[in-house]
């Protein structure tokens, strides 16, 4: 049996470091922010398979029909336990688990943390076709509220003006707690200084997405209701 420990690491250099992908359990990490508020959620894609498995940027594809079976523990903070059996396609709905699942090629895992603290989670894999088993840790990670936010234009601030005549401009955000990466859920911050705020990303970084009526120099703010505020200026020509 072999243990693993997943940190924070680049999804690439994730499976460049797994491929080719030898029979037994794999884990790819999707999200694993080494900080994250209460409620959002450690994601983990777990699979089994040989070298012949098709696989994304984001998530592995194919392997066959594997079977497994794999158990989850959590330390240090309670979490819930939800599994995506047909990840990456997601046809079913998620199942909140009590510790054990079985699963059939990928399937995604979400350990979602319901309290402050220092998270660390364990999970068992066994392949039914191959009898290997691994334990992968993931983390620890710190599970509390962002104490501070930072806003910046990585794309220069160029505005795009769109057909209907706003100029669209996309910041990036970054929570940090502690100095360390931090998730969230960026619908919950207070926007001001721009229209219609749109947000995507992840705790890599959530991009902003803004809108502005014409040319004119603007101070954006996005505030956490925990606190940090971020501010940006920014001039359209």
Do not use: K
């Amino acid at each position: 049996m072999n243990r693993r420990t997943f940190v924070a690491l680049p999804i690439i250099a994730l499976f460049s470091a797994c491929a080719p992908l030898e029979m037994g359990p794999q884990l790819l990490c999707r999200e694993c922010a080494p900080a994250m508020e209460a409620g959002q959620a450690l994601e983990v894609v777990v699979w089994v398979g040989g070298s012949d498995c098709e696989y994304d940027d984001r998530a592995v594809v194919s392997c066959g029909q594997e079977r497994f079976e794999a158990e989850v523990t959590c330390d240090g903070a309670p979490c819930q336990v939800e599994v995506w059996r047909d990840y990456p396609l997601l046809r079913d709905e998620p199942e909140l688990v009590e510790g054990g699942f079985m699963g059939e090629d990928r399937t995604l895992v979400r350990i979602v943390p319901e309290g402050e603290g220092t998270l660390g989670a364990e999970v068992r894999v066994r392949s039914l076709v191959s009898a290997e088993e691994e334990v992968f840790e993931v983390g620890p990670t710190r599970i509390g509220a962002p104490d501070a936010l930072e806003l910046s234009c990585p794309r220069e601030c160029r505005a795009q003006q769109d057909a209907s005549g706003d100029f669209l401009v996309r910041l990036e955000l970054r929570a940090t707690l502690d100095g360390q990466r931090l998730a969230l859920d960026p619908a919950q911050l207070e926007v001001s200084g721009g229209a219609n705020p749109l947000w995507s990303g992840d705790s890599d970084g959530y991009e902003l997405a803004l809108r502005f009526p014409e040319p004119g120099t603007y101070d954006v703010q996005v505030r956490h209701p925990a606190g940090p505020v971020a501010e940006y200026t920014l001039t359209i020509d």
